[in-house]
């Protein structure tokens, strides 16, 4: 047969994986290859298209080509099809099917655009003066594709029929299951192939149904994936060549390694479970090289004849922060397994990924990667690789320009400079978290972090905040200058790309201050004095650290000894983890957001201060609290009341907006009736041009803390909030 003209697609993301996998399968055979939007297009003869649906194992389908062209309405979608000589391809006994997708096109109905396509594929054989051949939607002899994209349409023969990750072994599952071409994309990405299987062991301790598992041993085995599958799409085609299909089974069958070396282990705290992972197993050909155990993850040790290990599992799915104490227990378990194990390496598939700080391990990698309509993080972890293949490192942002380099010498400068100064401060004082810059050039007004994690000293993140330009600014030259700005960050700290965090800082007002930028969920864990704090450099405006009250957070530890203490506005705790850890009798922590309130409590679980005696976190309005304390049943007056609100919301949650400016005095005057005769106030606000009410000071005693509490890190920008602290007034003489 004649070159033809084939279109192969895999999992979104895993492009390059799946290319340079089919230039393996395809090296004996003359074929041209090219990565394309969406898969891999090759031009190649017809046993090409058999050895790829054989042997690739990221592959999902396996499209032939059979015409291309405008497609603007439904009547040219039709003539398309009918000018394609349908019985060269199947005759009035055959069964077939038509799928069609569109995106971009005035057709946008794909039911639709099917429908026409098998209209003229029938009427094509009518015209001929035969009979018309069945429609069938199980495993018909021929399934044809339409794609639609851009009113342009590619009609295909589907010459895998059904996906290809439908291998035949795995007949049951265990709930959430990973489809077996994702699982062997993950194992390549994760460095496990035929010679890693001679050097390496590899351990899933949440193996469910058994799919990495079983993936890796066909791996190791040499076995063809397509062997255990009895449909193809071709099968049924009228230029099938069996004589060509069934030497490639030969081929294929002969190269199977008939004892694989690998050592491959499969465990299981369900019973149930285990046994369906076994029968899996067992109807791929590969019980026999993969150890089944069943353990609790918490109890899970391997000897350590075995050498390095590879380490992938997907954990149990669960509701991100609202997941309950036990999946993120075991994530903990997990790390606490891979350390045990070491040397290791973890490659791990999450829905969870706000739980895998709980690990406790350095993180090498990371990749988003969508399983159905769920979006899960595949992320790779180190606790003493010893032999194993590290991870592909992060590829670096392009180098500047020689002009663009003159144009951010300053900057790069001013970064040395306070990265020298600010770096010893920090040092000195232990401190690990800080700003490095803040607008210090007014041609580059940007704040940026410093984040250094905790489970790894050598990984540092970076927060980038540009402060929104002026409307006499134009828009393009901001960008440009911020994308500038970013690169000069890069290659002044040597910052990999994916360490790197840039947003538009603009002015925020009411609902728009918390409004979620993305939705990683991914959490990073930091130092700050004796705290293990949460940082989420990706999914809001702020990380859910404020840096410049760090002095601030510190009087409250100093404070709280023995005290209640009242958190207002509490956002992600990290006020009453410092009131826990500096030895508060009871913490209470307020907020209106369901999601920081779950934050806060992660924070404080991550410090051990989990006891609901102790720590209490209340959703609802600090406002309303402030009105109505019985409303809320506040336990007692409170030793410590630290109060940081916004400058202004109207959050629809609220029954009235705040106005700081308009509002403190009030509101200071209720928060004092919370506190105790001998308690303390901590009142804060960032409010610009803020001025205190001359009431509060004739009430009260005051005392102005904003510079005592201003860290070095903002003595460039002293006006970055306002503090004091105010008691009740004692006995006057």
Not at 36 to 42: D, H, L, M, S
Not at 186 to 204: F, I, Q, S
């Amino acid at each position: 047969m004649s070159e033809i003209k084939l279109f192969v697609t895999g999992h979104k993301g895993f492009e390059t994986p799946l290319h340079h996998e089919l230039r393996e399968v395809l090296a004996p055979l003359p074929a041209r290859l090219q990565k394309v939007y969406g898969g891999v297009e090759i031009h190649a003869g017809l046993e090409a298209a058999y050895r790829v649906c054989l042997h690739s194992r990221l592959a999902n389908r396996v499209f032939c080509e059979l015409d291309a062209g405008p497609a603007g309405d439904e009547d040219e979608l039709y003539e398309r099809a009918y000018g394609i000589d349908w019985r060269e391809h199947l005759d009035a006994r055959s069964s077939f099917a038509v799928a069609a997708t569109l995106s971009r096109s005035k057709l946008n109905h794909g039911q639709y655009a099917a429908l026409r396509v098998k209209d003229a594929i029938v009427d094509r054989f009518r015209a001929a003066g035969e009979d018309r051949p069945s429609v069938s939607r199980r495993q018909p002899d021929l399934q044809i594709h339409v794609n639609i994209h851009r009113d342009r349409a590619t009609i295909s023969l589907d010459l895998s029929g059904e996906s290809l990750h439908r291998r035949g072994y795995r007949l049951q599952h265990g709930g959430a299951p990973l489809k077996e071409h994702l699982a062997a994309a993950m194992l390549r990405a994760a460095g496990w192939d035929r010679d890693a299987a001679r050097r390496l062991r590899l351990l899933d301790p949440l193996c469910g149904s058994g799919t990495f598992a079983i993936e890796a041993a066909l791996i190791a085995a040499n076995r063809a994936p397509g062997l255990t599958r009895d449909y193809f799409g071709f099968l049924g085609w009228r230029r099938h060549r069996s004589d060509i299909w069934n030497a490639c089974l030969e081929q294929a069958r002969a190269e199977i390694e008939p004892k694989s070396d690998a050592r491959i282990v499969a465990s299981d705290h369900d019973a149930a479970v285990l046994e369906i992972a076994r029968a899996n197993a067992r109807r791929a050909g590969v019980e026999a090289d993969i150890e089944f155990r069943h353990e609790q993850l918490a109890e899970l040790e391997l000897d350590d004849s075995g050498g390095p290990t590879l380490v992938i599992t997907n954990p149990p799915w669960g509701q991100r922060l609202e997941a309950d104490g036990g999946l993120a227990a075991l994530y903990a378990d997990l790390g606490a397994m891979l350390r045990r194990t070491a040397p290791a390496r973890l490659a791990v598939f999450s829905a969870n990924p706000d739980l895998l700080h709980r690990l406790q391990l350095s993180r090498t990698s990371r990749k988003t990667v969508r399983n159905g309509p769920v979006e899960c993080l595949f992320a790779e972890f180190d606790a003493g690789a010893g032999e194993i293949k590290p991870a592909s490192p992060a590829p670096q942002a392009r180098k500047l320009a020689a002009r663009d380099a003159a144009s951010v010498e300053p900057l790069r400068n001013r970064l040395g400079k306070n990265a020298r100064h600010l770096g010893r401060w920090a040092s000195r004082q232990d401190v690990s978290c800080y700003r490095l810059y803040d607008a210090d050039l007014p041609e580059f007004a940007f704040a940026l972090d410093r984040y250094q994690s905790a489970l790894d000293p050598a990984v540092v993140w970076y927060h980038l905040q540009e402060y929104q330009a002026p409307p006499t600014i134009d828009a393009k030259l901001a960008a440009q200058r911020l994308e500038l700005a970013a690169q000069a960050v890069r290659e002044q700290f040597e910052v990999p790309a994916e360490r790197l965090f840039v947003k538009l800082r603009q002015r925020q007002r009411g609902r728009q201050q918390y409004t979620r930028l993305d939705r990683k969920q991914e959490f990073f864990e930091v130092r700050e004095g004796p705290a293990s704090l949460l940082v989420n450099l990706s999914d809001y405006l702020d990380s859910g650290l404020f840096l410049d009250h760090r002095s601030t957070r510190r009087r409250v530890f100093d404070a709280a000894g023995g005290a209640r203490v009242l958190n207002l506005f509490a956002y992600t705790g990290s006020v009453g983890v410092m009131a826990g850890l500096g030895g508060a009798r009871e913490v209470v922590n307020v907020d209106l957001s369901a999601n920081y309130l779950r934050w806060a409590e992660e924070n404080h679980a991550l410090n051990g201060l989990d006891d609901p005696a102790r720590y209490r976190f209340l959703r609802g309005d600090a406002l309303e609290l402030l009105r109505d304390p019985a409303s809320f049943a506040p336990s007692a007056e409170f030793d410590l009341i630290f109060f940081d609100p916004p400058s202004f919301s109207n959050s629809s949650k609220m029954r009235q907006t705040l106005d700081i400016q308009r509002d403190h005095a009030g509101l200071i005057d209720a928060a004092m009736r919370l506190l105790a005769a001998e308690g303390l106030l901590l009142f804060s606000t960032n409010r610009r041009g803020f001025r205190l009410d001359d009431a509060v000071g004739e009430r009260f005693d005051l005392r102005d803390i904003t510079r005592a509490t201003l860290p070095e890190d903002f003595r460039r920008r002293p006006g970055i909030h306002r503090c004091w602290e105010i008691r009740h007034p004692g006995p006057r003489l």
